[in-house]
């Protein structure tokens, strides 16, 4: 029973992280800060979600299987991070800075 | 308890679709489309559980290498079509 309630916590914190992140992504104000944005549900969005749901059905090969989503995808999502952000750069995208005179 | 969760995700995706909408640049579209994957995997998950059906895992899997492969195609067609727009050759 405990391990019900705790499953079903860490679900919907996963969920609310996504939503978090989401959130993030409508209103930062430029590109380079968005892909940070991103991250967030891509990390822990998912990990948290599959981690209550492996808490939920015990040691099975349908956890080994959310094991495995979860390990692809953290391997998976930095590197087209990362793409996305080079291949931004290299196309002279310039990141929205904060102006000087401004701030005064 | 379930359906909760997956109703949640899907407004959560309505979100990330109009970030695609808007966004000023084709990276920021780029982007959206591969959040919108992620949470396409988180959401075949649920289902199957809403269903009782453990089979719809081995279509998460499936589609997180296709998401991937599948960003990394369209930034390297759109790398491709800047440099034949800057140098005006065929690539």
Not at chain 1, 12 to 21: M, Q, S, W
Not at chain 1, 43 to 67: A, E, M, N, P, R
Not at chain 2, 9 to 27: D, E, K, Q
Request: proline content about 3%; glycine content about 6%; some cysteine.
């Amino acid at each position: 029973m405990i391990i019900l309630i705790l499953s079903w916590i860490l679900i919907f914190t996963g969920i609310f992280l996504c939503f978090t992140a989401v959130l993030g992504l409508l209103r930062l104000p430029d590109l380079y800060t968005r892909i940070h944005a991103a991250g967030i549900s891509d990390t822990y969005g998912v990990g948290l979600v599959v981690f209550g749901l492996i808490l939920q059905t015990g040691i099975s090969l349908i956890s080994f299987k959310l094991i495995f989503i979860v390990l692809l995808l953290w391997y998976t999502s930095p590197i087209s991070s990362h793409s996305l952000l080079k291949a931004a750069y290299q196309s002279k995208l310039l990141p929205a800075l904060k102006d000087e005179e401004k701030s005064t | 308890m379930f359906l909760i969760a997956c109703i949640a995700i899907l407004v959560i995706m309505l979100l990330i679709v109009v970030r695609a909408f808007y966004g000023p640049t084709v990276y920021d579209r780029i982007l959206a489309v591969n959040v919108f994957g992620t949470h396409a995997i988180l959401l075949i998950a649920l289902y199957g559980y809403l269903t009782n059906r453990p089979e719809f895992l081995d279509l998460a899997i499936v589609y997180t290498l296709i998401n991937f492969t599948g960003v990394l195609s369209v930034l390297k067609f759109i790398d491709k079509l800047n440099k034949f727009n800057e140098e005006g050759e065929s690539v």
